[in-house]
């Protein structure tokens, strides 16, 4: 064995040859922690695990997005390993097997002054001179940038020169296994992916055919990387548009137009064309074209928010299966979007149950084929927490951007990025939307466009000028438009409809309008035979897919054998504009923006051959304020939709909409998006309000951000250079955020003595959590988390129950063991996860806890989580 160098430093801490630093701590069946793998072996399992992950890609699309000896990079991820402050940790963390190593004079919580030890790793590789962007990429490998505050590799906290020198000693032999050097990374898009590469080439080698340092490893390195999913997918060949989907008729002109575009490969399309037309079987097909020739290495199909992101599984499942071949492992991905898609895959130690990335909405970014949120795929380009590992995902995919429009100023900018990202990483975007103006059209590709065509397919790829290709419209649907303010009216009109036989349906702005107006029409509609439901994000998992699958299903094709036994009342929010196939007879809709609106329109007499009533008519009625009194003052005019949408917004809308009395839809769409938002000068009020919009404006009990505030503040999120932004703060969309995860349950025992926590669902189900790890193997750990996470609804911060219980309790109760509870050693990042108690459909905290001072938080499964303000309601 080498002979460390004497110790240099004046602490006078040993140093211990790197060849017997451990990397890991090892649990064996009897719940003993001793010591287990080494950092060199554990820094050759990810230096391989990386390489075989690149392996799986195709040949030309690797050497387009990856620099040689990329796999290097990850191997040296641990090098910090070898420090004193992580080895004694290390040791003081063991139960047994640490009698032959002293004790060291450190104090191990040291560390979390300089992010751990991958702050060791990037002040070492910096001394060793590492190429350019080498270093971060080690110190980012858990997710965020450690901050050394000028601390050299040679500090005496890491062990001064001697030390350094174990570290210099890993790298040479590292470089000698594995027959790499340094890689030289040529583009911050590329330090990206090698950041992610790294990532999860670490959680991978952490998996557990790795844990047992006393086994073998080496043929488990493909094994692992299988199980993870990492697997290039087989398709089968040159299937028709009608084979793919299921006999339907052929290509339409846009369609066809737009498969062709796209078949040429990796470039930005933007597809803009109405409601109804198919756009996303054309983005679908377009998709199978380019992954059947090797030029993309899967599908991310990005929906506006989880609810509608829901329906789609279904779809998008039912095209994986004509497409790929019989014997494609990824068959069984056709589980994505349930609780057996956890349990199938194995991702190594973030993606186990209570790691960061166990989610399924994380996780989807790094299967071959996935549907998730937009959310997820823009962290990709912000500076967040693991934000490269989003962008690792993404590379070399056929991603499609559904139902993107006039987002705001702040998730626009993001989404500016995003393509711009995606475009570097040899993707192939397609856009799709019914109601793009042409500036933010011009804005998403960064350059001048002219055409006022629509429907319009517009091409970017490389090196090549753009294209703006008209297409041929569809025949017009014609719909009557009634604009009015009596609210009881439109109540009794919907009751009449629906009593009619007819299908209606009611779309508010925000869950709390939406829940009162269920209120106001459900019982009504029980008393005379019809049926009234209602859909939102704050339901839970568990509840929500029931409803969703209930109601959708009944307004859309798969409902149309029991469309005509009974009238019904679907009650919703924008998650009923966006992405859903369903079909009314009638329409209420509060008013909203243009584009919004157009959306809304669209599930409305959408299929020709959907079976109606007698005497149905295709008309909407639309809920508006006086066009005067809204300008004058339009926060007390449109009510709580001014705080959703932006007030002047909503008055060029409602202006624009005065004569409109019959819409002919596609013909009208371009007209009337450019007249609401095309750049004009403003007098009197309306001045006020877009100055309002651009700077911002305080009063009326609400505080609005201006459209220059929220570029900026999403430029901050964006910048690489900043300080990363846990998960938790790293917002996509300034107002109306989803940000915490709450966990529903009736009741909760801690039962000390046989360490466990009994729970009760909401159903009544019961389950028991240990609050020991090892009393239950990976595969119960993850059915337990799965069925945990069905229990879960998002809700925005301010009504989140306050305050959060302490990382410390719920630790105590064995929820970490499920649920990511943050990174103790990184303060900001905190906990998503808020748990209550349903008591009589209001929730109290743990024990007995209020949950928030303002409001009285309450949950049903038929209205889903309310916030009720204590001093009025």
């Known amino acids: 064995m080498r002979k460390p160098p004497s110790s240099g430093n004046k602490n006078n801490i040993p140093v211990i040859p790197f060849i017997n630093c451990p990397a890991k701590t090892f649990k064996d069946a009897a719940g003993n922690i001793q010591l287990g793998r080494s950092v060199p072996e554990h820094c050759q ?96 490998h858990h997710g965020f940038s450690p901050q050394l505050s000028g601390k050299r590799a040679d500090a005496e906290v890491f062990g001064g020169l001697p030390w350094q020198l174990e570290r210099k000693a890993l790298v040479e032999d590292l470089k000698q296994h594995l027959g790499m050097d340094w890689p030289r990374i040529n583009s911050t ?386 998650v009923l504009e966006q992405s859903l196939d369903i079909d009314a007879d009638f329409m209420v809709s509060r008013f909203a923006p243009t584009d919004m609106l157009l959306q809304r329109l669209g599930r409305l007499w959408r299929h020709t051959d959907t079976p109606r009533p007698a005497g149905a008519r295709c008309e909407a009625w639309l809920l508006a304020p006086d066009l005067h009194g809204a300008i004058e003052n339009p926060v007390h005019a449109f009510g709580a939709s001014a705080h959703v949408y932006a007030p002047y917004v909503l008055c060029r809308s409602l202006e624009v909409w005065q004569p409109v009395q019959q819409l002919a839809l596609p013909s009208d769409i371009r007209g009337l998006i450019e007249a609401t938002y095309a750049n004009r000068c403003e007098e009197g009020a309306m001045a006020r309000w877009l100055y309002e919009l651009e700077h911002g404006s305080k009063g009326y009990g609400h505080q609005r951000m201006g459209r220059q505030a929220l570029r900026q503040l999403a430029r901050i999120g964006l910048a690489e250079d900043g300080k990363t932004l846990p998960e938790a703060k790293a917002q996509t969309r300034y107002s109306e955020s989803d940000s915490y995860e709450v966990l529903l349950l009736r009741d909760l025992y801690y039962d000390k003595d046989h360490h466990v926590t009994r729970l009760t669902l909401l159903d009544g189900q019961t389950l028991e959590l240990p609050t020991q790890y090892h009393r239950l193997n990976k595969s119960a750990w993850k059915t337990l988390t799965a069925t945990l996470m069905q229990q879960v609804v998002p809700v925005r911060a301010a009504e989140a129950p306050l305050p959060p219980p302490a990382r410390d309790q719920l630790q105590k109760l064995g929820f970490g063991h499920c649920f990511y509870l943050g990174d103790p050693n990184w303060a900001e990042d905190e906990s998503l996860l808020r748990v209550a108690l349903v008591d009589s459909d209001r929730l109290q905290g743990l024990y007995g806890a209020p949950v928030h001072e303002r409001y009285y938080l309450e949950y049903r499964n038929d209205l889903g989580y309310q916030v009720l303000t204590k001093d009025k309601d």
């Open 45 to 140: 399992i990810v230096g391989k695990v990386a390489r075989v992950l690149l392996e799986r890609y195709p040949d030309q699309l690797r050497h387009q997005l990856f620099p040689d000896d990329a796999p290097f990079a990850a191997a040296c991820h641990d090098i910090g390993k070898v420090s004193p402050t992580f080895f004694e940790k290390l040791r003081r963390a063991c139960t047994i097997g640490i009698e032959h190593f002293s004790a060291l004079s450190i104090n191990p919580d040291l560390e979390k002054q300089w992010g751990g030890h991958a702050g060791v790793s990037q002040a070492a590789a910096k001394a060793l001179n590492a190429p350019q962007w080498v270093p971060e990429i080690l110190g980012q």
């Open 189 to 574: 898009a590329q330090a990206r992916l090698v950041a992610g590469l790294t990532s999860v080439a670490d959680w991978v080698g952490s998996g557990q055919h790795f844990e047992d340092p006393k086994q073998p490893w080496q043929e488990n390195i493909k094994r692992a990387v299988d199980e993870a999913g990492f697997v290039l997918p087989t398709y089968q060949k040159n299937l028709s548009f009608e084979q793919v989907f299921d006999f339907t008729p052929p290509p339409r002109p846009a369609q066809q137009q737009l498969i062709d575009v796209v078949r040429s490969g990796s470039g930005v399309y933007v597809l803009e064309a109405p409601m109804g037309l198919g756009k996303t079987e054309a983005a679908l097909y377009a998709a199978y074209q380019i992954l059947q020739s090797e030029q993309a290495m899967g599908i991310y199909f990005a929906l506006p928010t989880q609810l509608t992101s829901n329906k789609m599984y279904q779809r998008f499942n039912c095209f994986l299966e004509r497409i790929l071949a019989p014997d494609c492992p990824h068959r069984r991905a056709l589980l994505l979007h349930s609780k057996a898609w956890l349990q199938e895959m194995e991702m190594g130690e973030e993606g186990k149950p209570g790691g960061a990335w166990f989610s399924q909405a994380k996780r989807g970014l790094l299967a071959p084929f996935a549907v998730g949120t937009i959310d997820q795929a823009l962290m990709a380009a912000m500076n967040v927490k693991h934000g490269f590992v989003r962008a690792f995902g993404l590379a070399g995919k056929v991603v499609i951007l559904d139902e993107v429009h006039t987002y705001d100023a702040y998730t626009g900018t993001l989404l500016n990025a995003l393509v711009e990202l995606l475009r570097n990483l040899h993707c192939t975007v397609i856009i799709l939307s019914a109601t793009l103006n042409q500036e933010r059209r011009s804005e998403l590709l960064q350059m001048p466009l002219h055409s006022q065509a629509y429907p319009l397919i517009t091409a970017v790829r490389a090196a090549e000028a753009v294209r703006e290709l008209a297409v041929a419209p569809p025949p017009d649907t014609h719909i009557e438009i009634i604009l009015l303010q009596d609210e009881a009216k439109a109540i009794q009109e919907a009751l009449d409809r629906a009593s009619q036989g007819q299908q209606v349906l009611w779309i508010e702005n925000t869950v709390k309008e939406a829940q009162q107006r269920y209120l106001d029409l459900a019982a009504r509609a029980q008393e005379l035979g019809l049926a009234c439901g209602l859909l939102h994000s704050r339901f839970t998992a568990a509840d929500r897919q029931k409803i969703e699958n209930h109601w959708v299903d009944l307004f859309g094709k798969p409902g149309w054998e029991h469309r005509v036994k009974q009238g019904r009342i679907l009650i919703g929010t924008q």
